[in-house]
């Protein structure tokens, strides 16, 4: 599925791109997500297809000055100011930003996850437009953010709107965005390597990895008598599951 990413990124707007479909490409991928290898499986995928990648790992780079002391603060003042709204404080500086992209060259910006964490999206979106690039944005997380519903009204309302595209391994969520919030999104589920396996005894014909929340309690539920989870997170939601399948 990653390989269909190319066609979509031609785009009116980025006049020096409209080229795009019959070229290879310079593309600078901001990873927000990188606990799991998504971000750079994809600069894999896109290098091994004769495009240029550069994968920038932002949860490894050093934060701002005094982060977590300006972060507390920034809040503080927010909640007074404004008692319903969600703010956070990009942990990277867009000085920072600007010097990578113009480092780099990118002719498309692809964002995995998401970006308001670590840079302000109106900041990318002028940084992008400077190198008359394309931004696009591959939506992962964000049905993770439906219970925490400020932060979520944030990521639609804030974040959503400065990309050219948005990709989503959701259906519903791709729905949301194109027929409720008029985006332009496109359904692109999850891709994967092949991962060379050992010859063995097969023990187990389903293994899912992730941490808790009650969306997967009730998806999990659904098949508890064929399944068993473990690990620190799920014992801490311990109330909320059935003895059967904790």
């Not at 070229?23 to 998504?38: C, H, Y």
């Not at 944030?154 to 027929?179: A, G, H, M, N, W």
């Amino acid at each position: 599925p990653l390989a269909t990413i190319h066609p979509h990124f031609d785009h009116p707007r980025c006049a020096r791109n409209t080229d795009m479909p019959d070229k290879k490409l310079n593309i600078l991928i901001l990873d927000g997500i990188s606990g799991v290898p998504l971000g750079r499986e994809i600069a894999e995928t896109l290098d091994e297809l004769g495009h240029t990648s550069t994968h920038f790992d932002c949860l490894q780079h050093r934060a701002r000055s005094f982060y977590g002391l300006r972060s507390a603060l920034s809040k503080a003042i927010d909640r007074h100011t404004r008692h319903d709204s969600f703010y956070c404080l990009p942990r990277l500086s867009e000085a920072a930003l600007g010097e990578l992209i113009a480092h780099s060259r990118p002719d498309v910006i692809l964002v995995v996850g998401f970006i308001y964490k670590f840079f302000t999206p109106t900041s990318l979106r002028r940084h992008a437009d400077r190198q008359h690039a394309r931004l696009l944005l591959y939506d992962t997380d964000s049905c993770n953010l439906y219970s925490r519903r400020r932060e979520f009204i944030f990521f639609v309302e804030q974040e959503l709107p400065v990309y050219d595209r948005i990709f989503s391994f959701s259906k519903v969520t791709t729905r949301f965005f194109r027929d409720t919030r008029r985006l332009d999104a496109v359904y692109m589920p999850f891709g994967a390597k092949p991962i060379p396996l050992r010859r063995a005894q097969k023990e187990i014909d389903v293994l899912f990895v992730g941490s808790c929340d009650l969306r997967r309690i009730f998806l999990l539920e659904s098949i508890r008598e064929h399944v068993s989870v473990r690990g620190n997170r799920w014992r801490r939601n311990a109330p909320l599951i059935s003895a059967q399948l904790n």
